[in-house]
């Protein structure tokens, strides 16, 4: 497992705090979401893994919607599956009293009941009249196909230079290590979309050197 002291403890204490996690691969989030009318996408290490073709150990599988299409998820699995909120460590359920998450770019955790484990976990992404949007650089905005890509077994994935950008403002251990597995894949132009954008936002940051 690719994780640091500080990794495990903070997973440990979300486990402690809101339960138990046995978190589905890429191929049970679909089951989840079949028939769902609206796109959704695997984001995160799952997504480098699915474009590298080099598979690492991993906690969760983190999926995407966007922020509009979460009433339509709720009727999708009504009666199948709970959803919960998170945001800023506040956290509650999804019902037909309280129906709105916390903001756009907010977290929503996945189980069957109350007893029952986490399954999958899913961060939102903003919206801008129906086009996807990048929760870290607002004015990125693009159509779902231009910023994500479908796999053999029929999958969406987050395109591979975006989950590094994302990945760049944490820097843990795995994202270093997803950063060395995928930067020899990409192609010139997502090698100098990524080294351009995260140039502008954080110009001293230490990835940059190896961007090259």
């Known amino acids: ?24 691969d890429p191929a049970g989030v679909a089951g989840v979401m ?5 796109p959704w996408w695997v984001v995160g290490g799952w997504a480098i893994d699915a474009f590298t073709g080099v598979r ?4 969760d599988v983190d999926v995407s919607i966007l922020a509009c299409d979460v009433p339509a998820l709720r009727e999708h699995v009504r009666g199948r599956w709970d959803l919960w ?56 905005t693009a159509e779902i196909d231009q910023v994500t890509w479908i796999a053999d077994n029929q ?5 591979p230079e975006i989950v590094l950008f994302f990945k760049a403002r944490k820097q843990r251990t795995k994202d270093t290590h997803d950063l060395t597995q995928t930067w020899p894949t990409l192609t010139s132009l997502q090698q100098t979309w990524l080294h351009q954008t995260l140039n502008k936002t954080n110009p001293h940051h230490p990835w940059l050197p190896h961007l090259t």
């Open 85 to 140: 909120n998170l945001a800023g460590g506040d956290m509650r359920p999804l019902t037909d009293q309280h129906p709105d998450v916390f903001h756009p770019a907010s977290q929503l955790w996945v189980r069957e009941h109350g007893d029952a484990p986490w399954v999958i976990d899913l961060p939102l992404t903003p919206d801008r009249d129906g086009l996807w949007t990048n929760k870290f650089l607002p004015e990125h």
């Open 155 to 159: 999958i969406r994935y987050l395109n």
């Open 34 to 38: 079949e028939g769902f009318g609206r």
């Open 1 to 24: 497992m690719i994780e640091d002291a500080g990794e495990v403890a903070e997973r440990e204490y979300w486990a402690r705090l809101y339960g138990r996690w046995e978190a589905f």
């Open 56 to 59: 690492r150990e991993h906690q």
